[in-house]
Structures are given as C-alpha cells and as structure tokens.
C-alpha cells in the first residue's frame, strides 16, 4: 500500500489527517470479485449467466457499515487489472473510502463463484492462487493513525492464515490497545489452514487484543475448543474481550459480555433466496449498534434483521439493507 503513511493520494481521495477526519468503520480483510449465477439451484456446470458483484467479508462489512450511514474505509489490496478497477469503482458507487486498497503487480484480483441450491447449500469456490493480494498488506504500510483513531476496528481470521498480512493484523491490533471498539471476524475458512492447530495460536493471540468477537459455531470452536454456545462465548470471555457474539444459524445468536449481561434472540423468519452475504450485513448492523450504544438485545435484533433482509436477496454487497428497512422488517416481524 504505497504511501498510505506519507499522505499520497492514489484513488482521488484527500489524505488522513487525524481526528477531525475518524472513520466510523475501518475494517481489513479479504476483497474480491463475486460471480453469482443468475439461476437458482443449478449446479454450476450448467449455470449460463453470472452476476457480478462486489465481495470478500471485509469489504461487505463495510458497505453494510456505510449503508447504515456510517463514514467507513477498508484496508486491502487488489490485482492490478480490470477486476481491480471494478471494485474500485463498487467502493466509491457504495460510499466506502477506497484510499488504503492498493493494487498487487503479478497476482490477479480474486474470483468467487457459488452455487446457490437454497434454503441452506451455497457451495463456495475460491479462485485465490498463486496467492490473493489481500494476503499482501504489510505492516510497515499501514496507516496506524487512522487506525487507532477509528470508531470500530474490524479484522478476520483469514487474515492471519498467511504472511504479510498475519503479522499486519496482528500488528494493527496491538496498536489499537484499547482505542474504540476492535472486532475480530473469527471467519474459519478451512480451505485457507493446514488444519485447526495451526490457526489457534494466532486466533488467540488477535482475541488478546480484541473487545468483540463474533462467529458461528465452527468458528468458536476453532477459537476456543468449545461448541456449546454458552461455553464458547465464557470461553471467548476468558480470552480477553469484553463481548461474545455466537451464531447459532436456526437457533438465533446468543450475545454475552464480561458483565455477565447476555441476551439469545431468535432469527427473524424469512425467505431464504442465498445465506451467503447475511453474516456481513449482521457485521456492519453489528458496528452501527456498538457505535449508536445500543444494548445487547437491541443489537442483536436489529443484526438480525439485516442478515435476514440479505439472505432473501441474490447478491450480497448491493444487497445491503437501508436503516428503513430493517426497521421495516423488525416491525412486520419478518422479512417479507
């Protein structure tokens, strides 16, 4: 990310310069290019037509972030080729700052397709080799002041899978010490592992320095060894932060903080058309509650709403609810 420190100007966007400009929103992590296709539950080979869409987890956060009407930014790094412009173009058409997402000569902007066989199979398929530019930041790029300045902080577990960007992560993480609210995505992506054992040590070195975490029940256990949710969000607890936030699918989400407040809020009925963008809408809705101060139940049920609201939709980064839709939603008690 070349002179993300000294104050150059890559992408047409005024440099940081401290407080009076803190972002709401700053998350790092995984970019991309989503190619869904266009018809439901047919298996790849024979899908002919895709949509295109903005993606990777990081970025969906904070679009969802931005969509709630939140100043966000993302720290990654793009192929420098055609993809590469595209999803520049995405982050400034969906009001995200694109100053920190820099292009990586030789490596090719990443691909996802998936296939969508709703109500609950959306097979993945990365198209991440040699090596995903995301996985370039380094941290002596990084700018540690707005960073440290930001009112949310959001990173992933794929970002530790693999050097530069484990030792950035980790390194943004220590900096923060404390300032604001730091979220860690637990986002188990086995496919990027060798195994479980080799993620540990480093998921518990982020949690360290973490004040929220959130993740599915593959993801807590990962962490923590636990997949009772109640024992895997005090897990979470023991291991630094001060709010536990456990996906349960089906069963809702059960947050719990270190004050002994917890609150388990069933999912909202819907629809579902593809699951696969609902937990980044949750994360941005996720963000927007901690900044606003909401209570946990509060949080929990507006989160779920906007997953819920995306989970009926095909795309997942425009398909991003509105603050008047998920108030919408959360009123009819549903997603209709």
Known sequence: ????????????????????????????????VDLYPLQTGVPLPQVTSFGKFLGGSATNVAVAAARLGRRTAVITRTGDDPFGTYLHEALRDFGVDDR????????????????VFPPDDF???FYRRPKAPDLEIDAHELDLDAIRDAGVFWVTGTGLSEEPSRT?????????????????DLDWRPMFWTDPDAAR?????????????????????????EREP???????????????VVKQGPKGVLAMDRDGRSAEVPP????????????????GSLCHGLLAGWDLEKTMRHANAAGAIVASRLECSSAMPTPGEIDAALAAGAVT
């Open 201 to 225: 040590p480093f998921y518990r070195e982020a949690l360290r320095h973490t004040t929220v975490a959130v993740g599915n029940l593959d993801e807590v256990e990962v962490a923590t060894g």
């Open 230 to 244: 109640h024992a895997a969000a005090r897990a979470l607890l023991a291991a630094g932060v001060g709010i536990a």
């Open 1 to 32: 990310m070349p002179g993300a420190r000294t104050g150059e100007d890559h992408t047409g966007v005024e440099p940081y310069e401290g407080d009076a400009m803190a972002y709401d929103v700053i998350t790092m992590g995984r970019i991309g």
């Open 100 to 115: 920190w997402v820099t292009p990586v000569p030789g490596l090719p902007t990443p691909v996802t397709f998936c296939e």
């Open 268 to 283: 909202l009925p819907v629809t579902v058309l593809n699951g696969l963008g609902a937990g980044d809408a949750f994360g």
């Open 168 to 184: 950035a992560t980790l390194a943004a993480l220590a900096h923060r010490a404390g300032s604001g609210t730091t979220v860690f």
């Open 123 to 125: 097979p993945l398929y």
